[in-house]
């Protein structure tokens, strides 16, 4: 069972890990800030789903999983709250994006 | 066990550098929150790896406690943005 538990957490810690990496790369080869403000945040929402998930499999009592498990849920709240804002903060800043926009749903009066 | 948290480490320590390198050459606001952001995540994930390889309770604090700061940061610079401009 132990070693089980063991394989399963390594292998999440390494696609967490993976994840991370493949965010910090792609950082430096997406060229428009709306592309890489969804680099930034969709991949590491996963990673830190990933390797919270690994380290609860490792944890000896059930408060430090009980912990993990909320901060796995304030992840996938904050996150969506946060790249959304960082949007709209964007796109107030004047940011165009590459290729022009399918569908724009804000007001003119409100783009600076 | 060891081997997978050195890699993971290895691994995080490369994404960190690679994060570092994309904060000194942006120049404004927007794109510096987001590099700010995805190193808040690899803080989150580095933490939890060492939470796996030691099972202290103590890590899984810092955790939270890295992770409510960092939204928390990221709401107030886009707010900021929006408010002031770049």
């Given at each position: 069972m132990s070693t089980v538990l063991d394989v399963a957490s390594a292998i999440l810690l390494l696609t967490g890990c993976a994840?991370?990496?493949i965010a910090a790369i792609g950082l430096h080869r997406v060229p428009?800030?709306?592309?890489?403000l969804h680099v930034a945040t969709k991949p590491t929402t996963l990673a830190v789903l990933c390797t919270l998930t690994g380290a609860m499999l490792q944890m000896p009592g059930l408060s430090d999983v009980a912990k993990l498990v909320l901060c796995v849920v304030l992840q996938f709240w904050t996150t969506p709250v946060s790249s959304h804002l960082l949007g709209r903060a964007a796109r107030s800043a004047g940011f165009q994006p590459l290729q022009p926009l399918a569908v724009d749903e804000q007001p003119p009066s409100t783009v600076n | 066990m060891n081997v997978v948290v050195a890699i993971c480490i290895?691994?995080?320590?490369?994404?960190?550098?690679?994060?570092?390198?994309?904060?000194?050459r942006v120049r404004n606001l927007v794109d510096r929150a987001i590099g700010v952001d995805t190193m808040t995540a690899i803080f989150m994930s580095g933490l939890a790896v060492v939470a796996a390889a030691t099972g202290d309770g103590l890590v899984v604090l810092l955790i939270l406690l890295i992770g409510l700061l960092g939204f928390l940061g990221t709401v107030t610079v886009s707010r900021f943005i929006e408010r002031k401009g770049l």
């Open positions: 994840l991370v990496l428009d800030a709306y592309a890489r | 290895a691994m995080l320590g490369l994404s960190g550098l690679l994060t570092i390198g994309y904060l000194l």
